[in-house]
């Protein structure tokens, strides 16, 4: 294995932290609509172009800030929580849906953030998140973000998702060192890229299911010793930006 290539690509985190993680650690643990800002920004990006997603987070942005984004914020949540978030149930649909940009189903998926950050100390997901991961509750807490039979997470967030969010978390606040290796592939989301570049570094064999393959770049870091979460964030932005990185090597 070539050696170098296994340290440039981790080193692409930094490229994927400069592009994605300019957000101030401060404002998101005391500014709940920033936080759940942040948590959108991951959330809208269910397995299809990031163009559609893109579009999709825009849209999502455009019913939300007017309301949560000025010093009304607690007040007009409590209004829209009473009336059991009709108005933007409503608005949401004139945007996202069928014959628009995404689906039903990304509606159903921020209302259903939106309930369940009502739940959390001050409203702020992100906060709460870092307390969780600090208190060595990261699996817990991956599990309780999931929608599913044994949990009432949030709708449309399963294993990628939450890691992607949690990972970003964990970067932003520089977290690795509160994250046990039994619970580190909570942080590892798997994509189209992140899976093909594990199999070229025979990482995991070729059609590995996503939860072996985020456990098996977690051991093969360690081995080594590469950050797992840098490695996982310059896989994607590797894999993403494959031809404009190529192109910027010929020209080189």
């Known amino acids: 294995m070539n050696e170098n290539l296994v340290r440039a690509i981790a080193e692409y985190a930094d490229w994927y932290c400069r592009d994605n993680l300019g957000q101030a650690p401060r404002t998101l643990e005391t500014d709940w609509w920033q936080a759940f800002n942040f948590f959108l920004g991951r959330a809208c990006y269910q397995g299809r172009s990031d163009v559609q997603s893109d579009r999709v987070y825009e849209r999502a942005r455009e019913v939300l800030e007017p309301l949560f984004l000025g010093a009304q914020r607690d007040l007009n949540y409590e209004s829209q929580k009473g009336d059991n978030w009709t108005e933007i149930n409503t608005q949401l649909r004139e945007r996202i849906g069928k014959g628009k940009v995404g689906k039903a189903r990304d509606v159903e998926m921020i209302v259903s953030a939106l309930q369940f ?136």
């Open 117 to 252: 950050i009502g739940a959390l100390p001050n409203k702020n997901i992100v906060a709460y998140s870092v307390g969780e991961i600090r208190g060595g509750r990261l699996q817990l807490h991956y599990k309780q973000l999931q929608r599913s039979e044994e949990t009432t997470g949030i709708r449309q967030v399963g294993p990628k998702v939450a890691a992607l969010y949690l990972r970003d978390v964990a970067s932003l606040f520089q977290l690795a060192n509160s994250v046990d290796d039994s619970s580190a592939f909570c942080l590892q989301p798997v994509d189209t890229w992140v899976q093909q570049i594990a199999e070229k570094l025979k990482i995991v064999d070729k059609d590995a299911d996503k939860q072996t393959t985020q456990r098996a770049i977690v051991k093969w870091c360690h081995e080594q010793r590469i950050p797992p979460i840098r490695f996982n964030q310059g896989a994607w932005y590797m894999g993403y930006y494959s031809l404009k990185l190529l192109l910027d090597l010929l020209s080189r």
